[in-house]
C-alpha cells in the first residue's frame, strides 16, 4: 500500500539539499545572463534642472497665499506642458536634434514634489553632456512658454513666471544599465527559477533515496540501508571481506542485528534476497549478506536460485558449471556440489549451468528435499532469487523459505515499482521479512569518523 506522500517542509528541505547544484547552476547562469545584457545595452545617462515658480503680484499675506496656492494648483498644467510641441520644438530646433516631439517626450521625466512650486526636469540621453543640454533646454523653453502663456499682471507682467534654480550638470555615472543590480537580481531570479524546478523534479522523481522516504513509502519494516562506495560505479564485490572495518561491512552487520529482531516470533533459517527489477544489487547483497552471517560462526549455506542470469559464481570468483541445477536433476549430489569458503563457515551452492526451465526446477520436489536438507544441517540458507517484477520465480519459491528480503535501488526504483512487486510477492503466499536500501546516499559528517575508527583499528 502506497503511504501519503504529501509534501513537507522537511522533504522540501530534502529536495533542495539534494539538488544544490542545479540550483547553484541556475544562480549563476541568471547572473550570467543578466551581466550579459547588461553589456549588450546602450548605457543612458541622466541629468536634471529644477525650476521654480512665483506669483508677479500681491502685496498683502492674503494674496500671497491665494497667488501660491493657484501656483499650486496649476503646477501639474506645467508639468504636462514641458512635454508638449510648444515647448519641445523649440528644443528639437536649437538642439538640431534628429527625432520627433512625441519621441523626444519619452526620453524627458517631469517631477513636481506636493505641495511645492518646484518642478524637476528630467532628460535621459546617450552621453552625459547631451542629457545635461537637454535638460538645460527644457527647463529653458518651459520658462518661456510659461511666462508666454501666464495671465499678465496691472503692471504688465506675467502673473507666473519660472526661473531656473539648479542648473543640469552632466551625470559621473549611467544609470542603466546599472550591471551590479542587473547582475544580483539575474542571480535572484536564477536561484528562484533554480529552487522552482528543483521542487517540480523532486514532485515527479518517485525514486526512494533515503530510509526515511522508504519507511513512508510501503507498508513493510525497513531493516537498514547500505550506502554507495566511493569510486564503485556497479558492483562492489565481497566487501565485508575486503573492508571489515569499513562503514558498508558495519552497515551489514545493523542488518543481521535487525534480522534478528525480525525473527523474534519466527525462526528464519530459509531466507530469500530478491528485488523488484534488475540491476538493484540483489546478488551482491546476497554474498555479503552470508559472509555476515557467517562471521558470528553461524554455519551458513549461500545458494544461487537466479538460474536465469546466475552471479553468485562471479562474485566469489568460483567455478559455477556444477551448482544447484546439476543437484536438481541428480547428476551429482549436493555434498559434492558445494563449495565451501576457506576461513569461514559459509558453503556455497552456484547456480550450475542455465537450464531451459528455471521455473519447473526452483519448484521441483528435489528443490524442497534440498532445502529441508539444508535446514537441518545449517543455521541459515540464503537464496539468491530473480527479481520479482521480471520473472515469476520468486514467487514460485516464497512456499519454500521462512520470508523474502527485498532490496530496493536508492538510484533507480520507484514507489509504483516496489508496491506493485511487493503486492505480487504477498499475493503468492510470500512473507516480507524487511526492506534494504541499497546504494542510499553516504552521509558526509560519518566520513571521517569510520576512516579514523578503521585507521586505529589496522594498526592494532
Known amino acids: 500500500m502506497m503511504a501519503d506522500s504529501s509534501w ?7 529536495a533542495l539539499k539534494k539538488m544544490w547544484l542545479v540550483i547553484g ?11 550579459g545584457i547588461s553589456l549588450s545595452t546602450t548605457p543612458t545617462y541622466l541629468s ?6 512665483s506669483i508677479g503680484h500681491g502685496n498683502s499675506g492674503s494674496d500671497l497665499n491665494q497667488g501660491t496656492t493657484y501656483a499650486q494648483n496649476q503646477m501639474l498644467s506645467f508639468a504636462q506642458l514641458a512635454t508638449s510641441s510648444r515647448v519641445l520644438d523649440p528644443v528639437i530646433q536649437k538642439m538640431g536634434l534628429d527625432t520627433t516631439t512625441t519621441a523626444l517626450a519619452r526620453d524627458i521625466d517631469i517631477v513636481t514634489p506636493n505641495d511645492t512650486l518646484i518642478l524637476e526636469v528630467r532628460a535621459t540621453a546617450a552621453s552625459p553632456d547631451k542629457a545635461a543640454a537637454l535638460a538645460n533646454a527644457v527647463a529653458a523653453s518651459l520658462s518661456t512658454v510659461v511666462n508666454d502663456l501666464s495671465p499678465s499682471t496691472s503692471a504688465g507682467s506675467p502673473s507666473i513666471s519660472a526661473s531656473l534654480v539648479d542648473k543640469a550638470v552632466p551625470p559621473e555615472f549611467q544609470t542603466t544599465p546599472n550591471k551590479p543590480r542587473d547582475t544580483i537580481l539575474g542571480a535572484l531570479v536564477g536561484a528562484v527559477v533554480g ?3 528543483s521542487i517540480v523534479w523532486s514532485l515527479f522523481d518517485s525514486r526512494i533515496p533515503s ?3 522508504l519507511r513512508g513509502a510501503v507498508d513493510a519494516p525497513t531493516l537498514g540501508s547500505v550506502t554507495r562506495v566511493p569510486g564503485a560505479a556497479g558492483n562492489v564485490g565481497l566487501i565485508v571481506t575486503r573492508d571489515p572495518l569499513g562503514r558498508t561491512s558495519e552497515e551489514f552487520r545493523r542488518i543481521r542485528s535487525a534480522l534478528s529482531y525480525a525473527a523474534v ?3 528464519m533459517r530459509r531466507i530469500l534476497i530478491t528485488s523488484s527489477s534488475p540491476g538493484e544489487g540483489k546478488s551482491t547483497f546476497a554474498a555479503n549478506l552470508a559472509l555476515t552471517l557467517a562471521a558470528l560462526k553461524s554455519r551458513v549455506l549461500l545458494i544461487d536460485a537466479d538460474l536465469r542470469r546466475p552471479r553468485i559464481a562471479d562474485e566469489f570468483g568460483i567455478e559455477g558449471a556444477i551448482g544447484l541445477t546439476t543437484v ?4 551429482v549430489s549436493f555434498a559434492d556440489a558445494k563449495l565451501s569458503r576457506p576461513g569461514t563457515t559459509l558453503d556455497i551452492l552456484p547456480a550450475g549451468a542455465v537450464p531451459p526451465n528455471p521455473a519447473e526446477l526452483l519448484t521441483s520436489d528435489a528443490m524442497q528435499a534440498l532445502l529441508e536438507e539444508a535446514s537441518v544441517d545449517y543455521d541459515y540458507v540464503v537464496l539468491d532469487a530473480p527479481p520479482i517484477s521480471s520473472v515469476a520465480d520468486a514467487n514460485l519459491m516464497s512456499p519454500l523459505v521462512d520470508g523474502a528480503i527485498v532490496i530496493v535501488d536508492a538510484m533507480k526504483t520507484h514507489r509504483s515499482q516496489l508496491s506493485a512487486a511487493l503486492q505480487s510477492f504477498q499475493a503468492a503466499g510470500g512473507r516480507v521479512i524487511g526492506l534494504v536500501l541499497n546504494r ?4 558526509r559528517h560519518t566520513d571521517v569518523y569510520y576512516a579514523e575508527w578503521a585507521a586505529r583499528n589496522a594498526k592494532q
Open 48 to 53: 536634471r534642472a529644477t525650476l521654480y515658480f
Open 211 to 213: 530510509e526515511a522516504v
Open 265 to 267: 516470533n519466527r525462526r
Open 195 to 197: 529552487v522552482v524546478l
Open 328 to 331: 536438481l536433476v541428480g547428476e
Open 8 to 14: 513537507t517542509l522537511a522533504r522540501i528541505w530534502a
Open 25 to 35: 547552476l541556475a544562480t549563476v547562469l541568471g547572473a550570467g545572463i543578466a551581466f
Open 440 to 443: 542510499a546516499r553516504r552521509p
